[in-house]
């Protein structure tokens, strides 16, 4: 019992110590860590050395401490995608109407697909909220799109079978991804589940590095393999379309 309440100390201390660094104007030094918190300098010292292994904190040229690389990195991962839905809700919304189906919006982020906005359509089929659930790359179009840009990459192990259509097969997989590249879009059909379908569309920054994904998603008896592609265009349009307005803007600015 006592090993487990040190060990609840050493962590309540060290989260102490984060805290105070991340919300102090002027990097801390270690002495005044110590004092603050009133903990030995030897044992600051161990705690600051194990948050700085684990990336969560660095020194400055002064030897203060501030911020690591891996907050830094999610704060900005954060930042990049409530940019990312401010610019493109638009183009969801005018899609969900245009179709009557769910638009989504998705991004990479830590090895996994984060979905970050959605609107839907005006038919109560099919009008799940998918914003927050963690889906596969390999069974979604969204997924696919940020697999076949380099987005993302393959996870490592044994493909899941979500449902009667899923690719589970790797070389299969890569083959499909060359004709996402080609077509610009990927489409799935059964594949994340029994009666769902979807089409996604890259979002492009300037400089022509795909950064999300736009997805229309519906119940297979509404949506057939032609309307898929012509949606998959359409998604294509409205995204240019607004780079295009927005470029515009810019120059005339």
Not at 45 to 74: C, H, K, P, W
Not at 198 to 205: C, G, K, Q, T
């Amino acid at each position: 019992m006592s090993e487990l309440v040190t060990g609840t100390q050493a962590i309540d201390r060290a989260s102490a110590l984060l805290i105070h660094i991340l919300e102090c104007s002027t990097p801390p030094l270690l002495s005044e860590l110590s004092r603050s918190h009133e903990i030995p300098k030897s044992t600051t010292s161990r705690m600051l050395s194990a948050l700085e292994r684990q990336g969560l904190i660095r020194r400055d040229r002064n030897g203060a401490y501030i911020a690591g690389d891996v907050l830094s990195t999610f704060a900005r991962s954060q930042n990049h995608d409530s940019v990312l839905v401010a610019r493109m809700h638009t183009v969801l919304e005018k899609l969900a109407h245009t179709t009557g189906e769910t638009a989504n919006l998705a991004v990479s982020s830590n090895g996994e697909m984060k979905l970050i906005d959605q609107v839907d359509g005006h038919y109560l089929l099919g009008a799940t909220n998918w914003v927050g659930k963690r889906i596969p790359f390999h069974a979604s179009a969204l997924g696919k799109i940020l697999l076949a840009y380099g987005v993302a990459t393959i996870p490592m192990g044994r493909l899941e079978k979500l449902a009667s259509k899923t690719v589970t097969s790797r070389p299969r997989l890569l083959v499909e991804l060359e004709g996402v590249r080609k077509k610009g879009y990927a489409i799935i059909i059964d594949e994340l589940e029994d009666g769902l379908v979807a089409v996604a569309a890259p979002i492009r920054e300037n400089d022509g590095r795909v950064v999300g994904a736009i997805s229309i998603s519906g119940p297979s008896p509404r949506l057939t393999q032609k309307d898929l592609a012509k949606i998959g265009d359409l998604i294509i349009e409205e995204i240019h379309t607004l780079q295009s307005n927005n470029e515009g803007k810019i120059g005339a600015a």
